[in-house]
């Protein structure tokens, strides 16, 4: 059984920072990309993070020089680094595990809002 668990969500004011995490089980975390993606209301699922098993990383444009994804093999979990959050960062934010795109699963999100 695979199980994605997201925590560390919650509210915060502008300019503040959050640390997601996800810690998997029933996986070989290792050989799965991990990523993180968001959606807000009305808007649809959009990547915001992902890092590979050699730890290259990607990241949404929006969010490039503030959030910074990152892995430990060792706990299998991965974490997301959200620094100078703003209004438009708001949103439910996924973790996702990718096996060469044969295996893909999801945990059941976390909600983070930036508000004052």
């Known amino acids: 059984q695979v199980q994605l668990v997201e925590s560390g969500g919650g509210l915060v004011q502008p300019g503040g920072s959050l640390r997601l995490s996800c810690a998997s089980s029933?996986?070989?975390?290792?050989?799965?990309?991990m990523g993180w993606y968001r959606q807000a209301p009305g808007k649809q699922r959009e990547l915001v993070a992902s890092?590979?098993?050699?730890?290259?990383?990607k990241y949404a444009d929006s969010v490039k020089g503030r959030f910074t994804i990152a892995r430990d093999n060792a706990k299998n979990t991965v974490y997301l680094q959200m620094n100078s959050l703003n209004p438009d960062d708001t949103a439910v934010y996924y973790c996702n595990a990718d096996r060469n795109g044969i295996r893909v699963y999801w945990g059941q999100g976390t909600q983070v809002t930036v508000s004052s």
């Open positions: 029933g996986i070989i975390f290792s050989i799965y990309v």
């Open positions: 890092i590979t098993h050699a730890n290259s990383t």
